[in-house]
């Protein structure tokens, strides 16, 4: 998130999960024969049964390894990239107006010599005898209508510079409108969205202010406060964050079964995935300032949310307070 917002201005659409911000994922290839999550299809498995099986399957066709992710644009080069387009056009606008500038200077400077060889013509006749006017009068009209024909392309030119400088303006605006419309952002705070897949319940959303340079570490010290004791498995994406050594570290000390989302899949994850929709869209709406007050907004949240009613449990219409709680009387 930014550190600031005003609800005038849209929220970007970004993620931190890969170590960087980013805006857009390279397009999801496709699903292969042997799709991992096509464990989940088959009726007679348990969930614990699914989950490991989706787990070995997954690990047989993507070991465990730190990689890049590849194909993701970050926000703030991203916006780098917009403004040095709309520049480097503005520039080009610039260069083009100066060498217009240059042709309608020598076009100037031509017409100012016809004007005067015009003139030089108009004053060799009035001293010209009465006898030779007679005999160059054919050659006198043929000089007054190409002189015309001159006036005429003239003035076409002058009403096509008085267009081209209409059209020059409203190019040179629409550029610095569109500069002016890029979103700002000098700080960012990164949210760790952590939510339980049985009852729907926020179980923390954890706020960094290092924003894209969280590192594994604090990620790690906020879940190993966060998550439940009986934990036995934990979803993530594949980034960065969830492929560094100290968070295998927290994965053997915490006795849970880490189990990584197929890739460019977010639906793998559905239910984090609509989470963090709700959640946009809430913020959307809220105005903060710095990063206490967007921490106070989402303490808010994770109470607005998890105590209205959800159509996606396994009992419509609770909340996931009131799911939860059922499941602990069962």
Not at 84 to 90: T, V
Not at 112 to 120: F, I, N, V, Y
Not at 280 to 294: G, I
């Amino acid at each position: 998130m930014p550190a600031n917002h005003d609800v005038a201005v849209k929220l970007p659409a970004v993620s931190g999960s890969s170590g960087r911000l980013v805006i857009e994922r390279p397009a999801a290839p496709d699903e292969p024969h042997l799709y991992p999550g096509r464990i989940f299809a088959d009726t007679s498995l348990d969930y614990t049964e699914a989950m490991l099986g989706f787990v070995a399957a997954s690990a047989e066709q993507s070991p465990l390894a730190t990689e890049p992710e590849t194909g993701e644009a970050s926000v703030q080069t991203a916006l780098k990239v917009q403004k040095r387009a709309l520049k480097h056009a503005e520039a080009e606008l610039r260069r083009t107006r100066r060498q217009r500038r240059q042709q309608r200077q020598q076009e100037d400077a031509a017409w100012r010599t016809l004007r005067h060889e015009r003139r030089g013509q108009q004053a060799e006749r009035r001293h010209e005898a009465p006898v030779d006017r007679a005999a160059q009068r054919d050659e006198r009209q043929a000089q007054d209508r190409q002189w015309q024909q001159l006036r005429q392309q003239r003035q076409q030119q002058q009403k096509h510079r008085t267009d081209d400088d209409a059209q020059w303006r409203q190019h040179r605006q629409d550029l610095g409108q569109r500069l002016s419309a890029l979103p700002i952002v000098t700080a960012w705070i990164a949210i760790l969205v952590i939510t339980d897949n049985c009852t729907r319940q926020c179980l923390g959303l954890p706020l960094f202010v290092a924003g894209p340079h969280v590192t594994a570490e604090l990620v790690a010290e906020a879940l190993r406060t966060l998550l439940p004791p009986d934990l036995l498995f934990l979803i993530s994406d594949r980034g960065v964050h969830f492929k560094a050594h100290v968070f295998r570290e927290l994965m053997r000390s915490e006795e849970f079964i880490h189990v990584l989302i197929a890739r460019h899949r977010p639906q793998s994850n559905g239910i984090a995935e609509r989470f963090v929709r709700s959640l946009k869209e809430w913020l959307a709406t809220q105005p903060w300032n710095n990063d206490d007050e967007l921490a106070a907004l989402l303490v808010e949240f994770i109470a607005h949310y998890n105590d209205r009613p959800h159509q996606g449990l396994a009992i419509p219409g609770l909340s996931p307070n009131e799911f939860a709680k059922r499941i602990w009387l069962m």
